[in-house]
């Protein structure tokens, strides 16, 4: 199967910025979409952005868009996700995600995704 790993989450103040990694291996194909969650202390699992095969579609969250950008590096397996102007509820475990069978279209609305990361740390002081 596919393996997920995370990196670059961290403590950063309201108005930073990190840069989180997300690294595919084993029986990856670039035909699968990608996709970030997050869930914060005490709250369930929420949509953060995802992006197609080819990288041309993303897709985000209200509450993030114009802060955030996913993007991703075909050759290197690898998804990355620009945090820019952070804020203390962007505050979260974040993980890493993919599906073969579902679009990038689909994973706001569906996070029964197959493979998940173990997630990577962000936090946001005011």
């Known amino acids: 199967q596919v393996q997920l790993e995370e990196s670059g989450g961290g403590l950063a103040q309201a108005g930073d910025s990190l840069k989180l990694s997300c690294v595919a291996s084993?029986?990856?194909?670039?035909?699968?979409?990608m996709g970030w969650f997050r869930q914060g202390p005490g709250k369930e699992r929420e949509f953060v952005a995802s992006?197609?095969?080819?990288?041309?579609?993303?897709y985000y969250a209200d509450s993030v868009k114009g802060r955030f950008t996913i993007s991703r590096d075909i050759g290197k397996n690898t998804v990355y996700l620009q945090m820019d102007s952070l804020q203390p509820e962007d505050t979260a475990v974040y993980h890493c995600?993919?599906?073969?069978?579902?679009?990038?279209?689909?994973?706001?609305?569906?996070?029964?995704?197959?493979?998940w990361g173990q997630g990577t740390l962000v936090t946001v002081s005011a």
């Open positions: 992006i197609n095969w080819n990288g041309d579609e993303t």
């Open positions: 084993g029986r990856t194909h670039g035909s699968q979409s």
């Open positions: 995600t993919t599906d073969p069978a579902v679009a990038a279209s689909a994973f706001a609305y569906y996070p029964y995704l197959t493979i």
